[in-house]
């Protein structure tokens, strides 16, 4: 069992950055891929980018080059750097833990652990 805690979302101007932070209790998070997905108004939530326990990494192709994902297992937490932002990046952003540790999945399916949630909102 995992609970997962975001914060350090906010409202940021086009072009702005924000970092994401996922706090996870637990003795275990080592052995968890960690994602990052994403919601907007009227729209499905969609995947973001994710880190194995390895480290290996998935982007979005709307966010590659832009976004960074990275995990610090000794504090528990995984991170998101967000820069570039742009207005289509507005969304609830959440994190979400997998047993499936060898994998950065893209499937939300594959993730059993959800955060409640941190609202992104980019001004244009």
């Known amino acids: 069992q995992v609970q997962l805690v975001e914060s350090g979302g906010g409202l940021v101007q086009a072009g702005g950055s924000l970092r994401l932070s996922c706090a996870a209790s637990?003795?275990?998070?080592?052995?968890?891929?960690m994602g990052w997905f994403r919601q907007a108004p009227g729209k499905e939530r969609e995947f973001v980018t994710a880190?194995?326990?390895?480290?290996?990494?998935r982007y979005a192709d709307s966010v590659k080059g832009r976004f960074t994902i990275s995990r610090d297992n000794g504090k528990n937490t995984v991170y998101l750097q967000m820069n570039s932002l742009k207005p289509e990046d507005t969304a609830v952003y959440y994190c979400?833990?997998?047993?499936?540790?060898?994998?950065?999945?893209?499937?939300?399916?594959?993730?059993?652990?959800w955060g409640q949630g941190t609202q992104v909102t980019v001004s244009s």
């Open positions: 979400a833990a997998s047993t499936k540790s060898y994998y950065s999945s893209s499937q939300s399916s594959d993730y059993g652990y």
């Open positions: 637990g003795r275990t998070f080592s052995t968890y891929a």
């Open positions: 880190i194995s326990w390895s480290s290996m990494t």
